[in-house]
């Protein structure tokens, strides 16, 4: 008699996913979003704290652990060097694609030409009114009597809403705290003042990282005979917060249904609502979502192809799609790591003491898909508002952007708000950030998956430079 073949668990995962969407579509045209919200969306909820609150002690005991497994200390400083040049380079990779992206297909250009105009007033009106400087592009569209019929209603397009105001207020007053920070606060705040607070608050992620690593060198440094029972009992613990992701797994498709149900409930009250969501801002999203597609089907294979050269390229997505739609339901990839770890060890063949440093490092300063998307936001409502940025200005989103993804993750909203810090360091409105608000959060899903897809390319390449590859060899 033979046994039935079970679908694979990334399979069920796209299953409930595509069900929570049509669910999504079916609640809102009866009117059911309330008992959605209510009933439903609750698990979800469950699922991602589920996740987080076994994402942190796993990251905590996997890198003690696999720190304290080295038998070179000199190992982990070459490592960590590896570790965080290969996320530098293909963060500068993904926002170079995007600016190329936005460059060819100009997606700012589509709106109709009168209101660009407009837009184009109402930002030279923002700038003499906080007394800054002209136009970084010479031109005035101010001093032409030509667009003088325009000016009533770039004035009205100023106004936001007092909701509006608030949520930019609270995101600018975020980013100026950030900018006014010292150069060497991100190496202040990766050193922990209360190592249970950060274990307990999931934005200080780096502070966990940095105790994890200082704990591992000292066990690795104390005489054996003392650290055999400290390393026997984190190899425990891990093994059992290991076991604990097997078990949320196998509920993991229930849990993506509602997560997503929930979501797109909260957004929309009927399917004209829903399905705006999907298209609103239309070139700006295909924009984006071709440059992160670029990224995650071309760039990614690509260099995996060139350093792992066994690797076929559909068995790559294969071994990762369980982290991949996971990390699109939650748009978290610190939720997603201990599933994104699980992949990396188990399907890709990466060690252990690979994976257990190089993710969670990965999971809080590697944002490939964030660092794009801002490069090509902020170009767009460039364009969307007339303004033509030089090179040079484009060689600072990019250099802005890239180091805005490690500081990113410190923070809430961590892509708004470095986004209007790089609006403001090309001399651009950081009001702006409200136009790309209505399909934030379904893109934020898909740059996840790039920035989670990123993080297993990097943790293959260094285990292979390493030797600590099983697979593809």
């Known amino acids: 008699m033979t046994k039935k073949k079970k679908l694979p668990i990334h399979i069920k995962i796209l299953i409930g996913l595509i069900l929570g969407i049509i669910w999504a579509f079916i609640s809102s045209y009866l009117g059911w979003n ?144 950030q900018k006014e920070s010292s150069p060497l606060q991100f190496f202040v705040n990766i050193v922990p003042e209360n190592i249970l607070f950060s274990i307990s608050n999931n934005r200080l992620m780096l502070q966990v990282i940095f105790f994890a690593i200082f704990f591992g060198i000292t066990i690795v440094l104390i005489p054996k005979n003392k650290a055999a029972p400290v ?36 957004m929309a009250d009927t399917p004209a609502e829903v399905f705006q969501i999907f298209i609103g801002l239309g070139s700006y999203s295909l924009t984006l979502l071709g440059g992160l597609a670029f990224v995650i089907f071309i760039m990614y294979p690509s260099i995996l192809k060139t350093f792992v050269r066994k690797l076929p390229y559909r068995e790559f997505f294969k071994n990762m799609s369980p982290a991949q739609f996971l990390g699109f339901s939650t748009s978290s990839s610190a939720a997603t790591l201990p599933v994104t770890m699980e992949c990396v060890e188990d399907n890709m063949g990466v060690s252990k003491s690979i994976s257990s440093f190089v993710l969670p490092i990965g999971a809080t300063v590697n944002m490939d898909g964030t660092s794009l998307h801002q490069a090509v936001a902020v170009i767009f409502m460039a364009q969307l508002h007339m303004v033509d940025l030089s090179i040079g200005q484009q060689l600072t989103i990019v250099f802005t952007a890239s180091l805005a993804s490690i500081g990113a993750a410190a923070v809430p909203s961590a892509g708004l708000i470095m986004m209007i810090i790089v609006l403001q360091s090309v001399g651009l409105n950081p009001a702006w950030v409200a136009i790309i608000f209505p399909v934030d959060r379904p893109l934020d899903m898909c740059r996840t998956v790039v920035n989670v897809t990123g993080d297993a390319t990097v943790s293959t390449l260094i285990a292979k430079s390493e030797g600590e590859l099983s697979k593809y060899v």
């Open 231 to 266: 390393i026997a009992f984190i190899n425990g613990v891990n093994a059992i917060f290991v076991k604990m992701v097997d078990l949320v797994m196998k509920a993991a498709p229930f849990f993506v249904f509602a997560l997503l149900s929930g979501v797109v409930a909260k």
């Open 34 to 177: 309330k008992f959605t919200i209510t009933w439903i969306d609750p698990f979800g909820t469950i699922f991602i704290r589920l996740l987080k609150f076994i994402a942190v002690p796993l990251v905590l005991f996997s890198i003690i652990g696999g720190v304290a497994n080295l038998s070179d200390v000199s190992k982990l400083g070459r490592l960590g060097g590896k570790t965080i040049l290969a996320y530098m380079a293909t963060t500068v990779l993904a926002v170079a694609i995007g600016l190329i992206f936005v460059n060819v297909i100009k997606p700012g250009t589509y709106m109709d030409e009168d209101q660009r105009i407009k837009n184009r007033l109402s930002f030279e009106m923002w700038l003499q009114e906080n007394e800054m400087p002209p136009p970084l592009d010479g031109k005035s569209f101010l001093d032409d009597p030509t667009y003088a019929k325009y000016l009533t209603a770039a004035q009205q397009a100023n106004k936001l809403t007092e909701e509006q105001k608030k949520d930019l207020q609270e995101k600018m007053g975020a980013a100026q705290q």
